[in-house]
């Protein structure tokens, strides 16, 4: 059985007047320690599964299992507790806690879940140590660069080992440079401690470095391989 | 997890400063007001109110006014039911209501001693019993006025010198001067030889009041003064009548107080909910379940007023202790004192109206759109 199943997906808003359904009937598996980029033109429903996937929307119909637990049964509150332990979230504009020191932010996760504080503060060292932010545990988000709050974002997804992280464009607001060292990282967490990764993205060079491209166009789920990667963005 | 709240609260230190603020001077005010209710009710319950009688002149209200023979005593003392009897004289330098009101109330010392609930904190009885102008003191008029043991206090046309200050477990008692009888009969302007305001009577303990009191004004009917006799709370309610409505009315200002900091604190706790609407979503992204949003909530409009309420409560009731406040009319007084029933319920309204205040920003929290409040800028 696949980590992330996906069945019969539906996902419809209403804009005015208009519903518009970006998911329809979307069937998708992800097996464990696989990197998954998914593209796709604006609009056509690539944040919107990620945020079906982590349980933080809805699906109108459809199932969605992941690393065994069908999440669309789940009441808000067992959805909360089922993400501290099994899900990773990645965002865009890093959504760091502004009062909370680099290490509280990476900490947050871990005060959710049963551990002794020792466990806590070795979880943290090691996830910080991971994003090579050590020695910027005690700075305020405010005292970082963007690309070190992306990083400290990225300690704080994998801090309680979650089963799946999901990230929604995690180099969407950096610079190339930053980019390209998010995008390293990323890569070398999925290789090394064979986490399960979900990344939507705009960004063609951030996709090539997944082991598998999907692109999500009306609905439709496409493989596409590397030299088809720079097209599909520009689709 | 309370890190995070409190660090919360320290960043808008403005903010959390003025809600902390308002709430100790709504939470102070809240406290006086309750000092005098609980003056007044002490006043007109337990035993000293329920078991002793004043007999008073009939139709007199003013203690200037009431002139009844000193004699009195004799006849009331034969009456079944009584124990002791205490012809009293009572100087006032104020009929009116007045916040800084000193009553003399002159007695026959040794039975001063013997009847009422004092206790001296300074001073002798020895030397209060041999002096003819001497003086002891309630402990809030000693506070209100500066007096201590040896001073010499002149108002109007008496003169005292201060023999000894004492405590009592009646409040109303430590706004009290107590004198010799003759002295304060004696005193320029009274010209009240062998007449006296008031007698108090203490009865047996099996003794009905009511029915003692009935006894007496039926037997002192045909003296020379006609009298009217009533339980002493009653006897305090009637004297400060006026009083008592204005003090029944202000614990709408108790009331007023307590909304104010209710008010107070909700709009300051749903302004910093509304304006971390997206940290909220950011932690239930993270793991934190809708109900301990809900408790992040509720614990920052809970410290925010219990902080404030708590200082608020402790400098009312610091202010109480030592200012020796009290409200008077017609020689009868209400004493404000702190207790540890105030600084309770003082307390328990802070944490109350803090969770109240909080209940609908914390269900607000609980119940933010993650995905929409996630796209905010």
Known sequence: MAL????????????????????????????????????????TGKSTLLNLVSGIDRPDAGTIRVAGTEVTKLSRGKLADWRAANLGYIFQTHNLIPVLTAYENVELPTLLLKMTSSQRRQRVELALEAVGLSDRADHYPRQLSGGQEQRVGIARAIVAHPKVVVADEPTGSLDTETSEQVQVLLQRLNKELDITLLMVTHDTDAAKIASRQLVLDRGMFREVGLDETSTVSNA | MFRYVLKTLWRHRTRTLLTVTGAAVAMFVFCFVGSVQEGLHRLTTGSDADRNLIVFQENRFCPTSSRLPEDYERVIAEIPGVRDVMPIQVWTNNCRASLDIVVFNGADPKQIQQTRPLKLTSGDWQQFQSTRDAA???????????????????????????????????????NLIYTSLQFLQYTRGLDAAGLVTQHEVMLTDTADPDRVASAIDQKLRAGAVATKTRRKGAFQASTLSDLVDLIGFAHWLGYACVALVLSLVATTTVMSVQDRIKEYAVLQTVGVRPLRAMRLVLAESTILCVVGGVAGTALALTALGFGGFAIGAEGATIAFRPSLGLAATGTVVSVVVGVLAGFIPAIQAATVPIVSALRQA
């Open chain 1, 4 to 43: 992330v199943e996906l069945r019969g997906v539906c996902k419809s808003f209403r804009k005015g007047d208009e519903t518009i359904t970006p998911l329809d009937e979307v069937d998708l598996d992800i097996e464990a320690g696989d990197f998954v980029s998914l593209m796709g033109p604006s609009g």
């Open chain 2, 136 to 174: 002891i003191v309630g402990r809030n008029v000693a506070q209100r006025r500066g007096l201590k043991v040896g001073d010499q206090f002149t108002i109007g046309e008496i003169s005292v010198r201060v023999a000894g200050v004492f405590e009592s477990n009646v409040p109303s008692e430590e």
